[in-house]
């Protein structure tokens, strides 16, 4: 393959190994609260290596109210995180908030905050359309419990409406749509979007069914990428869920990685993530922007620095919210927060030396 230069991953996970199907939907909200824990860390002890979005808080224990959704992003983005990542379009997410609606007072004030700021969003909205409809479910999907057309979800449509009524009301909002926005197989509407919405970008994090319906019509998709090329991002999506092995997940995150090279930057026809995948082979300047360029546009040449004070001061405030809490999973993670504290402590003890 003929692209070797810089790269970053612009939709991975730091907290994997938690369980698939709806054990997985169960404890992710809450994983994603100790993951972004554990990022503060890592971006203190790594400055500059490492970008990192934040996630809202929502499961608070029993008699514990949540922190206003704006005043969250503020704090986030004050202590260090490069820039927030939602899931509420996630739809076993959106069922377990109780049907978030993204333009009501209670998402406003963040989203005006966004916009203002030009700070990022990476956005999951929906899941395949494939999802909805019990004749072409995959049986993975409908083994791990995903299959979302059995009346107790709102139909794929009403999910794009929600986030786009967003979008109309704030055009400039600085956002990321995650597994290009579930419109693979859809390349005319993937057009539509991008020139109603022009601060909206695509990430290609598989959704595998992506790379088989991009090989559908890999010359039309060819000149797609060329047209928008500042407006897509590479990402992995590595790190989530899956094997509890550790080499194993590792010699997977390189196979799915390769898969995604491959179909970018040659025209090979190959066998990946269980079918034949014809490559577009872009050209080089275009496969920069994909892998590094664009993103760094969207949230800066450089990872901003982690303030290890309001990072322990963040931790010891979710300490104090779980700690004591009858909830199991905090129970049994609690001792990983204190360690995060130990060890932001020791940090700034260090500096001060």
């Known amino acids: 393959m003929k692209y070797r230069g810089k790269m970053v991953d612009s939709h991975h996970h730091m907290v994997g190994c938690y369980g698939e199907g709806l054990h997985f939907y169960e404890t992710y909200q809450k994983q994603l609260e100790l993951e972004k824990l554990q990022a503060i860390l890592l971006k203190t002890l790594y400055p500059g290596k490492f970008y990192s979005y934040a996630g809202f808080d929502y499961y608070m224990p029993e008699g514990k109210k949540q922190k206003d959704i704006e005043l969250q992003a503020r704090q986030y983005l004050d202590m260090g995180f490069d820039g927030i990542k939602m899931v509420e379009l996630k739809p076993m997410v959106y069922r377990q908030l109780g049907g978030p609606v993204l333009t009501s007072e209670k998402y406003e004030g963040m989203w005006k905050f966004m916009e203002e700021t030009q700070a990022p969003v990476l956005f999951h909205m929906g899941d395949p359309e494939t999802y909805w409809d019990i004749n072409r479910c995959t049986k993975l999907a409908l083994d791990s419990g995903w299959f979302c057309g059995d009346g107790t979800y709102p139909p794929l449509e009403d999910f794009y409406a929600n986030i786009e009524r967003v979008l109309d009301k704030h055009p ?37 069914e992506m790379y088989e319906n991009f090989s559908k019509r890999p010359d039309e998709w060819h000149d797609f990428f060329i047209k928008y090329q500042d407006r897509i991002l590479y990402g992995t999506d590595n790190g989530w869920g899956g094997t509890t092995d550790e080499n194993e997940k590792y010699e997977l995150a390189k196979l799915n990685a390769s898969v995604q090279h491959r179909f970018l930057q040659t025209a090979d026809v190959f066998e990946g993530y269980g079918f034949t995948i014809k490559g577009i082979n872009l050209p080089h300047k275009v496969l920069e922007k994909i892998y590094y360029k664009n993103f760094e546009k969207m949230a800066g040449k450089a990872p901003k620095d982690m303030d290890s004070r309001k990072g322990l001061g963040y931790v010891e405030e979710m300490i104090q919210v779980y700690q004591g809490a009858n909830i199991p999973y905090y129970d049994k993670e609690m001792e990983m927060m204190e360690f995060i504290q130990k060890e932001l402590r020791d940090f700034i003890a260090q500096e001060k030396l």
């Open 172 to 208: 400039r909002l600085n956002i990321s749509m995650a597994h290009f926005y579930f419109l693979s197989d859809q390349i005319e509407q993937a057009e539509k979007t991008l020139d109603k919405y022009p601060f909206v970008r695509f990430d290609l994090t598989p959704g595998r």
